[in-house]
């Protein structure tokens, strides 16, 4: 799984490129493509999609601050890629996309219930405090799981274009 230089130089621009997203998307509540861009570079690269993630994660971190919030970011995104790895190779690829797009929405429906154990943990909270606070975040839920899904058109062009690129890798 260890990436070749090249690999490296793109997987960095990947990363880079999934907090530019981010940012240009900040004025919109919990709108964004990052769940779009995961699903799509895990589809094109497997395994290796992994490092896009977490230079995403590092430079949330580096740029807001590594504070408690930042923490469950270390695993809520991953979840989605663990997701997309358990799709099987040998669907055909309009039911594959459609898998996708349906995980990348689910994703962001589910994405206050992944990220409330961290926020329980960190900030004391009991178990019905966590419940409140995933009910509190519930409309902000909606929003991401509805945006996730009609963004996830992008995926199947997206995943086009990395895999005709993807040649020039090795």
Not at 63 to 92: D, H, R
Not at 135 to 154: E, M, R
Request: with cysteine.
């Amino acid at each position: 799984m260890k990436p070749n230089l090249k690999e490296l130089a793109v997987f960095s621009v990947l990363g880079c490129v999934m907090f530019a997203s981010k940012i240009a998307m900040d004025a919109l509540p919990n709108m964004h493509l990052l769940g779009v861009l995961i699903v799509a570079f895990t589809l094109t690269f497997r395994a290796k999609a992994l490092y896009p993630i977490y230079v995403y994660v590092f430079l949330l971190g580096a740029i807001y601050g590594f504070s408690p919030w930042w923490i469950p970011n270390l695993y809520v995104w991953t979840v989605l890629w663990a997701w997309v790895m358990l799709l099987p190779k040998k669907l055909p690829k309009p039911i594959l996309m459609v898998l996708a797009i349906v995980l990348c929405g689910l994703h962001g429906f589910l994405f206050g219930v992944l990220y409330a154990p961290a926020q329980a943990l960190l900030f004391g909270l009991n178990f019905d405090g966590m419940i409140a606070w995933i009910v509190a975040g519930f409309p902000f839920d909606l929003i991401h799981g509805v945006s996730n899904l009609l963004l996830g058109g992008v995926i199947p062009p997206l995943v086009r274009a990395m895999t005709a690129g993807k040649k020039y890798l090795t």
